[in-house]
């Protein structure tokens, strides 16, 4: 299974952006799906999550009401749209996907992982 993550870039305090991650090799309806993020020096932390049993999703804390993650099982792709960015938002984007039962907040629950997008909040 292959993720590729896109859609990051350089943004101003208050914008927006869209991330993407397309999976080849596997059917998303399968897994559970992360979003995480890395700022330099810092811990992989979870953002976001689509489990596949219920489709029921999860934010953390600091980004909920300012991000929304959606999948798309016909285009096998999983979105994270951002908004309302702030500077301590920078960070390389990954996302991630699972079977195992661990749960979906924790990095080591993950089986695959995308290279990674980078997105940067200008102040």
């Known amino acids: 299974v292959q993720l590729q993550a896109s859609g990051g870039g350089l943004v101003q305090t208050g914008g927006s952006l869209g991330l993407s991650c397309v999976v080849s090799g596997g059917t998303i309806g399968m897994y559970t799906m992360g979003w995480f993020r890395q700022a330099p020096g810092e811990e992989r932390e979870f953002v976001a999550a689509?489990?596949?049993?219920?489709?029921?999703?999860h934010y953390s804390d600091s980004v909920k009401g300012r991000c929304t993650t959606a999948r798309d099982n016909a285009k096998n792709t999983v979105y994270l749209q951002m908004n309302s960015l702030k500077p301590e938002d920078t960070a390389v984007y990954y996302c991630?996907?699972?079977?195992?039962?661990?749960?979906?907040?924790?990095?080591?629950?993950?089986?695959?992982w995308g290279q990674g997008t980078q997105v940067t909040v200008s102040r």
């Open positions: 689509i489990r596949w049993s219920d489709y029921s999703i």
């Open positions: 991630a996907a699972k079977k195992s039962i661990i749960d979906y907040s924790y990095t080591r629950a993950y089986d695959y």
